[in-house]
């Protein structure tokens, strides 16, 4: 294909130009096709994404529905099994209010440890089967709840589910389980969401049975095997979060995403037709696409009609030219056209004139006109701010894309029009500007004008403005040229900021305001259990004692039983109160941080034990210790109280061995106490670190359970963490992380806050 711009093409001005904008549409029209393309991708992945966010909150939604059925199954459980134990018409009546206050709720019983339903609110939707069969081996078996599977109700047919919670002594014994019957199709209020037009929530139990969906929409009725329609549920069942396409109900193509409920090993999920997603992508680029296939149009349309003019001018001043070379001047008329077309015809009747003499100078300056015209149009084309040109009748002479999309015209439409005509609520401040400008010859830079156009009625825009005047050869200002920059956006966000900076203030004041009166309650609370609870007790042990010793002649043995017991029982609140103390003065009465080496605070520990360990036959090793900054007595009673744990809980059959080392990992220090003694079950990993908390009754290992909840508040409050890893009848290593000291800074870590 020959190059139309060669030399020696004989494509007309008006192909030319239309060949130009061929050029110039053709990969715009390419470039919107592949961001459809681009933008339906990113919007089918952003709407998966979205669907496992939904999926995971309606997972954590409905497991917080099940904890608050078992909270309050764990109530009535203590209300029945409280002393005096209710009667069967009173606990029927506890029953039946808490069923009234929870929709989801069909059916409450109270039954045996075996099972035997003793009251139950409503019987014909019970499910003794399910109970018996179901729930209660589970519990029987150690565990503290158990949820059914979907099931049919076998008097009234409802599709229904049962929640079943064991009550059990301070002992661990059995004393009856509580359970409740669902109905699914009331959990609405729940987990309901609506997040557009056709999303769906649903929920799945460990079979695969569908269970509830949100809108219903008759296709999926409970009682469903999604597994057939879906397999790829049954990655969720096992664990794994899983997002894909999948076949709907009617056969659709939807964007799902499951999430499973890992406590009761239900599935959770939520999906959206894809078609719907495609949609909204199309129906965003729709407008978009519309307007640049008629802007194509109309550049197309306009470039054939101003080429006609433009030709026909030129063929005059070829014909002019030809002449003069000619040596045939003759008489030059002015030739109508665009601006530079008449500068051009001027041009050539001076050289007709002098054609000899000024034939040289006249090309040289055809030749910077041309240059000159390249570069306005140039910068007008690819600027990003608006660019204008005003005449001393304030109308626009020139402007650019940018700027008739600021005033919400075109281009076409700005060119002739007044300042007053275009954007009115701008032209008062406008047309003083350019007075200005006119009448003293000076720029104006970085003023800012701010008001409403006219593609965007009752919107105040906000813009920077230069007005720079345009002079003539004599130096007169014979129009301005001015730049507009918005920044709307920028405004707003400076307001959003000071508004979020105004309101985060204020929220840190009344965070420390709220920290203070805690701190200031938690002191009194301190005072009251070291003083004003300590004394009565105090006086109860002493006349126990003196019960004992000088009236035990005239005391029965029952009655020498129960001041023995009323003296334990004394003893052992003292013993909590204490306890109580301790753990609250690790954060009122912390020590001041220092540089603390670890291996002397072990070595002094294991000194002070030594009547201890030399007791029970153990073997304690220390391995090296690192160097660190804290309170040196929290730590000195961390290790103390870690250290006393393995030794008390050791195995009666084999030599027990503690080992206390520590190395640096990453950016911290990690000491841990190992011993061989019993261990424990990890599933209690989060409760022996709970104040008054024990795995073993009172007789078996002595202590009030609150030696590791204090080791784990001084942790906290060296920003530490304390885990540990256990296995029943092999031992136990506790894993203390400490920060390593900030040489750099050249100072010491604070201790955490209350």
Not at 82 to 92: I, R, Y
Not at 425 to 432: C, I, K, M, P, V
Request: proline content about 5%; glycine content about 8%.
């Amino acid at each position: 294909m020959r190059n139309p711009f060669s030399p020696h093409s004989e494509m007309g001005i008006g192909k030319r130009v239309c060949f130009l904008l061929v050029v110039f549409f053709v990969p715009l029209l390419l470039l919107q096709g592949f961001t459809f393309y681009r933008w339906s991708r990113e919007a089918v992945e952003v709407e998966i994404r979205a669907n496992l966010d939904l999926a995971r909150t309606v997972a954590k939604t409905f497991e917080s529905f099940i904890n608050d059925v078992l909270h309050t199954q764990f109530a009535l459980g203590l209300a029945a099994t409280a002393s005096p134990p209710p009667t069967p018409d009173s606990l029927k009546r506890i029953l039946q209010g808490v069923e009234e206050k929870n929709p989801v709720l069909r059916s409450l019983t109270w039954s045996d440890p075996e099972g035997v339903e003793l009251v139950s609110t409503n019987t014909a939707v019970k499910s003794p089967s399910i109970r018996v069969q179901v729930l209660v081996p589970r519990i029987l078996s150690g565990e503290e709840y158990g949820v059914s599977d979907l099931h049919d109700s076998p008097n009234t047919g409802e599709k229904v589910f049962v929640i079943g919670r064991g009550i059990r002594d301070v002992d661990g014994r059995l004393q009856g389980i509580v359970s409740c019957v669902c109905n699914p199709e009331r959990l609405d209020p729940v987990l309901a969401v609506q997040r557009s037009k056709d999303t769906a929530i649903s929920l799945v139990d460990s079979k695969g049975i569908h269970v509830y969906r949100y809108p219903s929409n008759g296709h999926t009725p409970a009682g469903v095997d999604r597994l057939e329609r879906q397999p790829i549920i049954r990655q969720a069942l096992d664990g794994k979060e899983t997002a894909a396409e999948a076949r709907g109900p009617l056969g659709e193509t939807r964007l799902a995403a499951f999430a499973p409920i890992r406590s009761i090993g239900w599935v959770a999920a939520s999906s959206r037709a894809r078609d719907e997603v495609i949609e909204s992508t199309l129906h965003t680029l729709l407008p978009d696409m519309v307007l640049m296939l008629l802007v194509t149009l109309a550049a197309f349309g306009a470039a054939v009609i101003l080429s006609r003019p433009i030709s026909a001018a030129i063929h005059r001043l070829q014909d002019h030219a030809a002449a003069l070379g000619q040596g045939q001047p003759g008489v030059f008329e002015i030739v109508l056209g665009p601006r530079e077309i008449k500068s051009l015809s001027e041009t050539f009747r001076e050289m007709a004139e002098k054609v000899r003499s000024r034939e040289k100078a006249l090309l040289e300056s055809e030749k910077n006109a041309r240059l000159h015209v390249a570069e306005i149009e140039a910068i007008y084309r690819s600027a990003h701010v608006g660019l204008c040109i005003i005449d001393r009748d304030f109308r626009y002479v020139r402007v650019n894309e940018r700027l008739a999309e600021m005033n919400g015209i075109s281009v076409e439409e700005n060119a002739g029009k007044t300042i007053r005509e275009v954007v009115p609520d701008l032209a008062d401040t406008a047309e003083r500007l350019a007075e200005r400008v006119f009448r003293t010859g000076e720029a104006i830079l970085n003023i800012e004008l701010s008001g409403t156009t006219g593609n965007r009625p009752g919107v105040e825009r906000h813009f920077i403005q230069h007005w720079i005047p345009f002079k003539d050869d004599s130096g007169e200002v014979i129009g301005i040229n001015v730049a507009v920059n918005e920044i709307t956006d920028q405004k707003r966000m400076e307001e959003e900021l000071r508004r979020s900076r105004d309101e985060l203030e204020i929220r840190v004041e009344e965070r420390t305001a709220e920290l203070e009166r805690k701190n200031q309650d938690l002191q009194e609370l301190t005072f009251v259990a070291s003083h004003d609870l300590s004394e009565p007790l105090r006086k109860i042990q002493t006349f126990a004692s003196l019960l004992e010793t000088k009236k035990a002649n005239i005391l029965d043995e029952e009655s020498g039983i129960y001041v023995a017991r009323m003296k334990e029982s004394a003893n052992r609140m003292q013993d909590l109160l204490e306890g109580l103390l301790k753990y609250l003065l690790v954060e009122i009465k912390g020590g001041e941080f220092k540089r603390t080496r670890l291996h002397n605070v072990v070595s002094e520990v294991v000194r002070d034990l030594e009547p201890m360990i030399r007791k029970v036959g153990a073997r304690v090793e220390i391995r090296p210790l690192p160097v660190v900054v804290g309170d040196p007595g929290q730590l000195r009673q961390l290790f103390w109280n870690l250290i006393t744990n393995s030794l008390k809980y050791r195995r009666r059959t084999a030599l027990t061995e503690v080992k206390i080392g520590g190395e640096m990992e990453g950016g911290s220090f990690r000491i841990t106490v190992e011993d061989n003694g019993i261990g424990f079950d990890e599933k209690y990993l989060e409760k022996i670190f709970l104040p008054f908390q024990r795995l073993h009754g009172k007789y078996e290992y002595s202590g009030i359970g609150i030696g590791l909840a204090i080791c784990k508040k001084i942790v906290d409050r060296h920003r530490g963490t304390l885990i540990a890893k256990s296995d029943p009848g092999k031992g136990t290593t506790f894993i203390v992380t400490l920060p390593a000291p900030n040489r750099k800074a050249n100072g010491e870590p604070k201790p955490s806050a209350p």
